[in-house]
């Protein structure tokens, strides 16, 4: 070999041990972290985890290192908090500290715009408008409870129509809940045919989907790399920016026809914020569009997968099923359209939807967090910018506040004499300063939407209810309801 390629071979081992040591130093630096398993330059504990099993993989290091512990994600160090107490103490008990939003993948250029990814100021004054705004067009409410029912009363339609045959509920379901909050960001409703909504429809599933994918947990990880080699990881991208071109394109059409004394949607109020101009303001239009879709995404996907996984359920307890037909027969009837105000009267039907978002864990790890300053916790100090994963699967299944937790059981939320029991566990929409925004209208959803369907309809499963298997299609950020068939036979 000539001294030439000899010496150039040293100094690129040379560099690449220095790189290795600089990322180590980095990873190890400042305060005193809880334990975890001993990482690797680079690597981090990527042998330790299964990116296809990335829940799971938490799980196992929780029985060694306890409720608290630390983990890399390749150079990306994060804290892990397992179990409710663990939780609670993190996100109510010291909420202040723990209100940053972690790094999600896929960001890009949207890097911390839109109330679901910002921080600081610009979280303050995006979540306070936008909490604000979906209150005043009726979120919580019997306004937006009235457009539930009408809404529910057009999917009984469509069901009608499968005439008793097999059918795949996803679009079914996912039309009638996305028009719930089109109607309040968009203003108006989409037609079930329109070959515009329904394409936004499948880029949302595909981009949930996209996001639970092992490729999503490495770009997670790797996203200084990733994001210059090719490959399915950049699937997602493309999809979030036909949904933002969507958005962009109804912002154009709202503000050619906006009055500013009767904002119409979400879009027109975020308008009316925009002309005022202040200076300080984060009202601007890449806000308004990643916004508009932080509430069009999470009030499309989270809903209409919970029904979906619902169902199954259901399919599966067929004795579960008969006893909620039961609860309606006898509060509401068969004739009268069930009304929010329902479900004070039938804690076995509120049991058993709790049940459904408990056991479905539609977000297993939660979605990160970051301390936004440097943070006591446990007796540990966590670094300000440290990513935090509240793990809210971890508090669905602490078997402190859930006899049996791997088992689908009502019961759980029942006393001794059948009346409905809260559980301080049960914490599907998140807790502390990062709440989900829609948790109110969620609840709404799923309560009139299950009994509006059940009061109607029998779900009659293709398989032997034995046979039906519940595991999730995809497990990561999400867990993806499995494909299925169902048939529909009326009451």
Known sequence: MELGGAVTIFLALCLSCLLLLSVWKKMHKGGKLPPGPTPLPFLGNLLQLKTDETFKSFMALRDKYGPVFTVYLGPRRVVVLCGHEAVKEALVDHAEEFSGRGELCHRGRDRGLGVALANGERWRQLRRF???????????????????????????????????LPFDPIFFLSRTVSNVISAVVFGSRFDYEDKTFLSLLRMINESFV??????????????????????????????????????????????????????RDFIDCFLIQMEKKNPNSEF?????????????????????????????FLMKYPEVEEKVHQEIDHIIG???????????????????????????????????????????????????????????????RDTKYFSHPEEFNPGHFLDENGRFKKNDAFVPFSSGKRVCLGEAMARMELFLYFTTILQSFSLKPLLPPKDIDISPKVSGFGNVPPTYEMCLVPR
């Open 130 to 164: 936008s909490l604000t705004t979906l209150r005043n067009f009726g979120m919580g409410k019997r306004s937006i409870e009235e457009r539930i029912q009408e809404e529910a009363q057009y999917l009984l339609e469509e069901f009608r129509k499968t005439r008793g």
């Open 210 to 263: 996209e996001m639970s994918t092992p490729w999503a947990q490495l770009y997670d990880m790797y996203s200084c790399i990733m994001q210059y080699l090719p490959g399915r990881h950049h699937r997602i991208y493309h999809l979030i920016e036909d949904l933002k071109a969507f958005i962009a394109e109804r912002v154009k059409i709202n503000q050619a026809s906006l009055d500013t004394s009767a904002p």
């Open 284 to 312: 601007n239009t890449k806000n308004l569009v990643l916004t508009t879709l932080n509430l069009f995404f999470a009030g499309t996907e989270t809903v209409s997968s919970t029904l979906r996984y619902g169902f199954l």
């Open 334 to 396: 068969r004739n009268r359209i069930p009304a929010s105000e329902d479900r004070m009267k039938m804690p076995y039907t509120d049991a058993v939807i709790h049940e459904i978002q408990r056991v479905t864990d539609i977000v297993p790890m939660g979605v990160p967090h970051t301390v936004i300053r440097d943070t006591q916790f446990r007796g540990y100090t966590l670094p300000k910018g440290t990513n935090v994963f509240p793990l809210l699967g971890s508090v669905l």
